[in-house]
C-alpha cells in the first residue's frame, strides 16, 4: 500500500481515520510527478489529481490472484 501526499505538507492533509488504518507511515521515497511520467499502477494524472483536491492519493495492492489448484478445487466443488 502506498499513500502519496505532497512533501511540502507532510501527512497533514491526510484524515486521522486513514492514518489510523494504514498504520505507521514509514518514508520511501520523493519523485517528482509530471503528466508525462509513468507508473506501474496508476495513472499520474489520477494521482496528481487526487493530491491537487484532496492532498493525498492511496494506492492499494491489487487483489490477490487465486492460485490454479484453488481455481480447480472450486470447479470440482472441493473448495471450503
Known sequence: MYLYVPKQEGLATVPEELLEQFGKPRHVMDMLLTPERKLARVQTATVLEQLAGQGFYLQLPPPK????????RKQLGLDD
Open 65 to 72: 490472484e487465486k492460485s490454479l489448484l484453488e481455481l480447480h
